[in-house]
């Protein structure tokens, strides 16, 4: 059955259960980030950085959060615990 809304509690707790179900898959697809141009880079939602370099990159959390927005900090509602490298879990950021 496809969606026609989505929340940011149901995104969280879809990446909860995969984290559970296989974390080395979610750590590496978390972690990884892809070049991107000028306009993501400059969209006004999507979290981009640049890590020190001149180049921009995403990840997927960047675009989650593109989707349901920022807040005044320009942090997107989406973010995750970690320790010992390994993520605890996925949770709203307040």
Do not use: W
Not at 7 to 35: F, M, P, Q, S
Not at 62 to 78: S, T, W
């Amino acid at each position: 059955m496809i969606k026609d809304t989505v929340t940011i509690d149901d995104t969280i707790n879809l990446l909860n259960e995969l984290l559970k179900i296989d974390h080395e898959c979610i750590y590496n697809l978390v972690n990884a980030r892809v070049g991107c141009n000028n306009l993501v880079e400059d969209h006004p939602t999507v979290q981009v950085t640049s890590f020190g370099s001149n180049v921009p990159v995403v990840g997927i959390i960047g675009i989650l959060n593109g989707l349901f927005g920022v807040n005044d900090k320009g942090f997107g509602p989406i973010s995750f615990e970690m320790a010992n490298d390994k993520i605890l879990e996925f949770k709203k950021l307040n």
